[in-house]
């Protein structure tokens, strides 16, 4: 992420998705897929753009039929498979959320060209599509396909925040990429009319300095709150440890995820401020690090309205459900 915030993106996505997904998976399709080492999962959740087939499933034998459409799938290009939750859609046969969750296989869904924005424009975070796509028995899920997983030791595979944290590496890298790029600036820049380089000047060793800190304080946070939750988690609670962490250690986790992003988002505007119109160019990295840093604090899993959903528990209000258990959104 500190060279490329959309390269960044997609590694980030595919390895979160991919873990996810096999919390409550069959063994055998863990291998199907897995045994892949080029295996890589995307998911479009988000709204439908356009024209689509609406989101229905009905059952087809043992398996299902769908009919679905869904955005911010990253990854889509490049991805062998394809998770479609369960509670995006609609049974047409009882008119509730279908009793399975579903991965489907490259060839089977259509990437949908709707991805075009200012910041991470390179993730391929397109619609994807299925029409009148059948899904065998052997590839479905439970319904609440990413609850804590009481198959895998791992505590990550009970993590509630495992679709959070890793956004906000993406973040702290994007943020480590702009401060790189302001001190190489600063080391051949001379600003117009000021006589001396950018490095010699009060306001960019200030900006600098201030960076530096904002960026390894949000790292720490980060880094300290998934050691104590994972360690709160600890083993299978068929061995002594928890299915899912109190919410003192779980609501620390995911603030510490929404800040880092936040952090990020402001600290690299005041970067690109202060390295003046070169900051601006489009050949700057800098300027492509403005738009994936504003781009990345937009996601619903680290997005600024955490503060209010997570700082009222504090003073005696209930959280949000969902914040109980991954969802992307």
């Known amino acids: 992420s500190a060279i490329d915030g959309s390269v960044g993106w997609c590694v980030h996505i595919n390895s979160e998705i991919n873990a996810l997904v096999i919390r409550r998976m069959e063994p055998a399709l863990a291998h199907e897929m897995c045994d892949d080492w080029y295996v890589l999962v995307c998911s479009g959740l988000g709204p439908p753009n356009g024209p689509n087939p609406g989101r229905k499933a009905r059952r087809d034998g043992d398996g299902w039929r769908l009919n679905y459409q869904g955005s911010f799938a990253s990854g889509s290009h490049n991805a062998t498979w394809n998770f479609v939750m369960a509670s995006q859609m609609t049974d047409e046969d009882t008119g509730e959320t279908p009793v399975n969750s579903f991965m489907v296989p490259r060839g089977e869904f259509e990437v949908v060209d709707t991805w075009d924005t200012a910041g991470m424009r390179g993730s391929g975070s397109h619609d994807v599509r299925m ?3 059948y899904v065998p028995p052997e590839h479905t ?4 396909a990413l609850a804590s997983s009481e198959i895998w030791e791992n505590p990550t595979y009970r993590n509630p925040t495992h679709a959070v944290y890793n956004k906000a590496a993406v973040a702290l890298g994007v943020g480590r990429g702009a401060i ?3 001190i190489e600036l600063a080391n051949v820049k001379t600003p117009w009319g000021s006589g001396s380089m950018l490095k010699d000047q009060p306001q960019a060793q200030i900006r600098v300095g201030e960076a530096e800190a904002t960026l390894q304080a949000a790292r720490i946070f980060v880094m300290e709150t998934q050691d ?3 360690a709160h988690l600890g083993p299978l609670p068929s061995q002594g440890g928890r299915l899912t962490p109190d919410w003192e250690h779980a ?4 603030l510490a995820c929404a800040h880092a992003a936040q952090s990020v988002r402001q600290m690299v505007g005041v970067l690109n401020n202060a390295a003046g119109t070169t900051g ?8 492509r690090k403005l738009r994936d840093a504003h781009q990345s604090a937009t996601h619903a899993l680290i997005s600024y309205r955490h503060y209010e959903n997570i700082g009222k528990t504090w003073v005696g209000h209930e959280p949000p459900p969902n914040y109980r258990e991954p ?3």
């Open 251 to 254: 609501r620390l986790a995911h």
């Open 280 to 287: 601006s160019r489009m050949d700057s990295p800098l300027e």
């Open 180 to 182: 790189d790029s302001f």
């Open 131 to 133: 029409t009148d796509c």
């Open 327 to 329: 969802e992307r959104a």
């Open 141 to 144: 899920l439970p319904e609440v």
């Open 228 to 230: 104590a939750l994972e």
